[in-house]
């Protein structure tokens, strides 16, 4: 029931090794391979699933991804050159958790990075709606994302007596629901060979 923002992002998935260090942050510089399943769905939305070209190309060798597009940037030894991938598909298929693992991070996704009784994203923290020295419990019904200031204000409160009640009821989410969510903080850098690959909520140009 503990919050741990070290857990797996959306829960228990039997990954190899491999799989499981996706990489979260990685700059565009550094040439990041974008990891599709065997399916070409992205791993994960956010953060979206990244491999640095170091990892991408130890997992071509030991034969676990096939490559689906390259950059022009190429590696290269006396006797041997290859492009860097930017696109890579696992070749066997990772079926994902249904329900995501119960995590600090999950709760703020779920949430949409956003304050439950006042809508700000700034200063989140996590809120008991009905507090815990009334019975209340560290579940994904009974948690939600809030800002500091509205959280020292509810402080041990019940929702009617402290007239505050969260925008939307607090939920158990599949993976899918985060899926959907994540959509919508795209990165700022997207390289083109990734876009055949991913579905953000932005504005398209005409």
Known sequence: ???????????????????????????????????????????????????????????????????????????????FSMKLPSVVSLKAYVK??????????????????????????????????????RGGATTWENVVAACSPCNLRKGGMMPAHAKMWPLQKPFQPTVHDLHNNGRLFPPNHLHESWMDYLYWDVELEP
């Open 1 to 79: 029931m503990i919050l741990s923002e070290n857990q797996s992002i959306f829960g228990v998935m039997h990954w190899t090794k491999e799989v499981n260090d996706v990489t979260v942050a990685v700059s565009p510089d550094g040439l990041p391979a974008l990891v599709l399943n065997a399916d070409y769905r992205p791993l994960s939305y956010y953060p979206l699933s990244l491999w640095s070209w170091q990892d991408a190309i130890k997992a071509v060798f030991l034969e676990r991804v096939n490559i689906v597009a390259e950059y022009e940037h190429a590696v290269s030894s006396p006797t």
């Open 96 to 133: 994902p958790s249904r329900h995501p693992a119960f995590t600090r991070f999950n709760v703020f996704l779920r949430d949409r990075f956003q304050c439950q009784y006042c809508g700000t994203p700034e200063d989140l923290t996590f809120d008991h709606v009905v507090p815990r020295h």
